[in-house]
């Protein structure tokens, strides 16, 4: 029972680089989210989608763009890297029944560093 | 619009009770509770809704006051294996599309 996968796990990237994180949920969940988690900072939303083919921006969308092309797949992307996105990335999955009264199915989290 | 948890961080001794709180200056829907240990992924441990309903969770329990948009979280007679950092999550409506919004967390560290 995999639930929540996120792909890659480790990356570094140089300024300027792009990249995308990979979320795939196989619990037929209709929400997605995109958190990104900073010291002293706690967990911020950065977009997160309420259905396949929707997406909408959260506490700090800039510099990221996401897609939700398939259900069980929601990507983060980065255009053009900054060492301000040096963070954990955590991704997560809720069902449309519980979005509001239930929980959140959080990923183990993607670590990427750009120098 | 992020919600403030205090303290940031308490130390405490087995047994020792202790009380995270979480304020929000906008009007709440509900507030979620989460607790993430070193290295891992934030596991949730209870939610509240408007109404100033008290959840339990173990010798965990949590309270719900919408006249002041706080909640507070009580932790009974700690364990070892409560230590971690807990996050309070708000959500500010019934039609946000579940945007939760976490505060900065609070960490907890649980002494023999």
Redesign the interface.
């Known amino acids: 029972n995999a639930g929540v996968t996120q792909t890659p796990k480790f990356r570094v990237l140089k300024t300027g680089q792009s990249m995308t994180l990979l979320c795939a949920q196989d619990m037929n969940h209709e929400y997605m989210y995109w958190y990104r988690q900073d010291p002293g900072m706690g967990l911020r939303l950065i977009h997160y989608s309420v259905g396949e083919g929707t997406t909408a921006k959260g506490e700090v969308p800039d510099g990221y763009n996401v897609s939700r092309l398939k259900k069980q797949n929601f990507l983060l992307g980065l255009e053009s890297a900054a060492p301000s996105q040096t963070s954990v990335y955590f991704c997560a999955s809720s069902s449309r029944s519980t979005v509001n009264t239930g929980e959140l199915f959080f990923g183990e989290g993607s670590r990427l560093t750009v120098l | 619009?992020?919600p403030v948890?205090s303290p940031q961080a308490v130390i405490l001794r087995e047994g020792e009770d202790a009380v995270i709180n979480c304020s929000s200056s906008k009007a709440l829907?509900?507030v979620?509770w989460?607790r993430q240990k070193h290295g891992?992924?934030?596991?949730?441990l209870m939610?509240l809704?408007k109404g100033g309903e008290q959840k339990g969770h173990e010798k965990i329990s949590a309270s719900f006051n919408e006249k002041k948009q706080q909640s507070s979280l009580y932790l009974t007679a700690s364990q070892l294996s409560y230590s971690g950092t807990y996050?309070c999550?708000a959500?500010l409506s019934?039609n946000?599309?579940?945007?939760?919004?976490?505060?900065?967390?609070t960490e907890l560290s649980v002494k023999p």
């Not at chain 2, 599309?97 to 505060?103: E, R, S, T």
């Open positions: 619009q992020q948890q829907y509900s979620h989460y891992e992924a934030p596991v949730f939610i809704l996050f999550g959500l019934y946000q599309g579940g945007k939760l919004i976490f505060g900065q967390g």
